[in-house]
């Protein structure tokens, strides 16, 4: 099945693409974006939602954008699309400003909890969507058809919306954020509600708008996602941009010791000190050392006729990175130096 680009009605992407390579223009620009709102009932002061958020991602990025609850990361995608005004500062989407309403022409957005007139269907939705850019009423129905294929919805097609799961709503959510073939895709929490399956799915479907050049741009609280599919990652926390870089590169890099599995079977056992540091599973141990005591452990148990089965280095993930940041946003060192790299 052959799906229209944009190109298809006359606007030369490829071209646009090769001008936009050439000048080295970012996908997506963040310029000191600030936001204030007002604190409390009677509007005494302003609470800090942004705190000049400053950076760029290229174009054809996977890029991650974390932090806990309240951080700021629906709010920094509310000011993107419009629906809320900055205090300060702005963005640009491929060089044009947020205020530019042309820019949506290039984008995609699922918000976090979409909400659709429950009464359509999903078939019905996505069509709505699709004469926002003017297809024809067989390019409509094709796209339609795909989409709702793409994201498993095809058996529930022509039911209501408001008989949907949270699940089976993101999906549809998910398919009118790329119905239209955007450059840019924006997601707030797109795994939000998802089975495992559906998790896979979505993944499968970032990977495949990368594999296209698109740039995707998604918020996520939950790390492993971040690390299987962003080319580079952002955390924020209290509105303030922490840290940014690849996930490998923005934890540190320095081996934080060494991990043995091995077997140990009657009457043989693991001399004691190595069992007072080792996690038990029937006759397999788990032991953690320093990386300079690693050839003295496995002399050790050689000598006990223990089966080694693996030895793997120690990194920290990009959940201890979080954490670390979350717990202690202002000793950040490591963050620090990789936002001055960045």
Known sequence: ??????????????RVNLKNTIMGQPAIEFLSLTKDYPRGQWKRGVVRSLDSLTFEVEEGEVFGFLGPNGAG?????????????????????????????????????????PYFYDYLTARELLDYFARFFGYGVAERQERVAYFLERVRLTPFADVQLRKFSKG??????????????PQVVFLD??????????????????????????????????????????????????GKLQGIGSPAEIVSIE??????????????????????RATRSGNRYRIQVPEAQLYDTLAQLRGCEARILSVAPLRPTLEDYFMRLVEHPNQAAVAESAGERA
């Open 1 to 14: 099945m052959r799906l229209c680009t944009p190109s298809d009605s006359g606007v030369d992407l490829a």
């Open 255 to 276: 081996v934080q010791g060494m991990e043995i599995l091995c077997e140990v079977g009657p009457p043989r056992q693991l001399p004691a000190g190595l069992a007072e």
């Open 168 to 181: 089976m709503l993101q999906r549809a959510g998910i398919a009118q954020a790329i119905l239209h073939d």
């Open 73 to 113: 990361k629906t709010t920094t995608l509310k000011c993107v699309m419009g629906l809320i005004f900055p205090t300060a500062g702005t963005a640009r989407v491929r060089g044009r400003s947020i205020d530019d309403v042309q820019m949506h022409r290039e984008i995609g957005y699922l918000p976090e909890q």
């Open 189 to 238: 929490e797109p795994m939000s509600g998802l089975d495992p399956i559906g998790r896979r799915e979505v993944r499968d479907i970032i990977l495949e708008l990368k594999e296209k050049g698109r740039t995707v741009f998604f918020s996520t609280h939950v790390l492993t996602d971040a690390e299987m599919l962003c080319d580079r990652v952002a955390v924020l926390v209290g």
